[in-house]
Structure formats: C-alpha cells, structure tokens
C-alpha cells in the first residue's frame, strides 16, 4: 500500500512530464510507436511477453492457440516480444512458432542472459540462439541483474560481433529499482526493463526520469501486476472517463497507463488467447492518459 504523500509525489511527477510531439508518432497500423533514444528506430508501444503463456508442448491445442494470438498481434501491428531462456522453453515455442509463421523478420526479439558465470552465459546463449531458431537478436537484457558485472561485458561483446543489436538490464521488483538505478548512472544501456503499473507506480518518482535524460529505452513488465489488477476491478464499471480516453477494457487501461508516461518505449503484456491479445492491441492508439487520469488510477488503486 501506498502513503497519501506517495500519490500525492507520484501524481505532481506525473503532471510534469506532459506528452512531447514525438510520443505521438504512429505505425502503419494505427499503433503508437516510440523511439528507441540511441538509434532513433520506432517501436510498437503494445509487445508482447512469453512469461507462462509460452509455456506449452509444441503441437498442442494451447500451441495452435498461440498461432492465433502471434497471427493477431503482427497484423495488428505488434513487433517486440520478450522472452528468457529460463521461461519454462517459451524461447523454444517462440522460435518454432516464428519460422512456421515466416514471422521472424517482423519480429524485435528480446531475450535475456540469466546464468552465473561467463562460461554458463556462453553455453546459455548458444541454446538461445537454436532455441529461437536464429543467428541473432535485437535486444539481449541481464535477466534481474543476475551477475551482471560479468554478463553485461559479455553482451556487449556480443554487440560487438552483431550478435544483438540492443543491450540492457532487467528488474521486475520496486526492490531493484535503486540499483537500476545506479547502473543506468554509471553504465552505457540502450534499454532497461522494470515493472510499472498503477498499483506499483514508483518507477515515475526517478528511475524513468532518470531514462529519459539518460537516452534509455524503456520496456514495461508487470502491467497487469501478473493478473492481480483483474481480480481487483471484477465486477466494477470502468471510469466514467474511460470512453473520452479511448479505452473500452481494464486492459486497455492498465497498459495505456505505462505507455502514457513519456519514458515508456513499449509494455509487454503476455497472454495465451487470440481475443486477449486483440484488446490489448486496441490500448495503442490516441489519446494517451492525462496527467489527471494518471493520477485519478493511482489513487484509485492505492
């Protein structure tokens, strides 16, 4: 739970960081995009995440349901999907699905080093590579921080040999957000990825200011706080402002929520079921939250 005076903080940040002209940039589909701040390339600000919902047997009804979901969301626009190596062989479907879809070459592949040691990351890494049926990613993120003083130099080496084209560093705690903190002070990243949310709304306070004049791209986990946020709104009507604002789903509104905060690139909401991932597709688009409907979800959800 949050005290008063951290709404009241978290709401005042809010309303300074009034929506610049380049958060209004948009794709061929209609999607918001963002700029990643060290290349200038636009990216979706709806993903896609694999965390659990990747996690099936190839060939099963929950796999054919997966191509649906994938169909749906790179029609729809989508580009960037996050995995890991440790996500129960997500990486694995991920990459079957992509080359048996011919998705690959529409799809930014975000994945993560998350071992102990520079020869685990090595024997780690090329088990990505076959797992996601690649000979390259475009974001390689230190999964939690997990050793990253060795895995960080590691993957900028791998930068280095155009292996990855981004690198960055992962956290999914307001725990990890001081040492994120620290490392995007003292190191050079092209992204971080954290957890935002209406009801974890910390990250506003400094760590994404803090991106913004660091020129850090930023991905979002945790939008839905792993589901959590729909078992607290079951039941109840969405904000009387809701329609104004171009939502129509508790979905919609928690994921444009991260992205109308001006250091988001792109939140990465995972689900299994094609119709889910089509309203999430719909949060995408103009207008982006006031400050006051920022604030008025903060509130809501202390």
């Known amino acids: 739970m949050y005290a008063r005076r951290d709404v009241l903080r978290a709401g005042a940040t809010l309303g300074l960081l009034a929506a610049s002209p380049w958060l209004r940039a948009e794709s061929r589909s209609g999607l918001l995009t963002r700029k990643v701040p060290s290349t200038g390339e636009a990216l979706p600000v709806i993903g896609a995440g694999t965390s659990g919902s990747f996690e099936v047997e190839a060939g099963s009804a929950d796999y054919q349901q997966l191509k649906a979901v994938l169909k749906a969301f790179f029609e729809g626009g989508g580009k960037v999907i996050d995995t890991s190596p440790n996500y129960g062989g997500a990486d694995r479907i991920l990459g079957q699905l992509l080359e048996e879809g011919g998705w690959h070459r529409q799809c930014f592949i975000a994945t993560k080093i998350a071992a102990d040691s520079r020869a685990d990351a090595e024997a780690q890494w090329a088990g990505t590579l076959k797992s996601l049926r690649t000979d390259k990613v475009d974001l390689l993120q230190i999964h939690n ?20 084209r981004y ?3 992962t956290h999914y705690l307001n725990s990890g957000h001081d040492e994120v903190a620290s490392i995007v002070r003292s190191e050079p990243l092209d992204f971080i990825q954290i957890n935002y949310s209406v009801n974890a709304p910390n990250a506003a306070e400094e760590l994404l200011p803090l991106c ?7 991905l979002i986990n945790r939008a839905f706080d792993d589901g959590r946020l729909f ?3 079951k039941g109840q009507p969405l904000p009387a402002w809701a329609a104004e604002a171009g939502v129509s789903s508790w979905a919609q509104i928690f994921l444009k929520f991260a992205f109308s905060h001006p ?4 939140v990465i909401p995972a689900t299994g079921r094609p119709d889910r991932q089509l309203d999430q597709l719909k949060a995408g688009h103009e207008p982006l939250f006031t400050p006051a409907q920022q604030k008025a979800l903060i509130e809501q959800f202390a």
Not at 212 to 218: E, I, L, S, T, Y
């Open 231 to 233: 078992a607290k709104v």
């Open 145 to 164: 921080l997990r050793d990253w003083k060795t895995q960080l130099p590691y993957a900028r080496q791998l930068k280095q040999q155009g292996k990855t």
């Open 212 to 218: 913004q004049d660091k020129g850090v791209a930023v």
């Open 263 to 266: 250091a988001v690139t792109t």
């Open 167 to 169: 690198v960055g560093i």
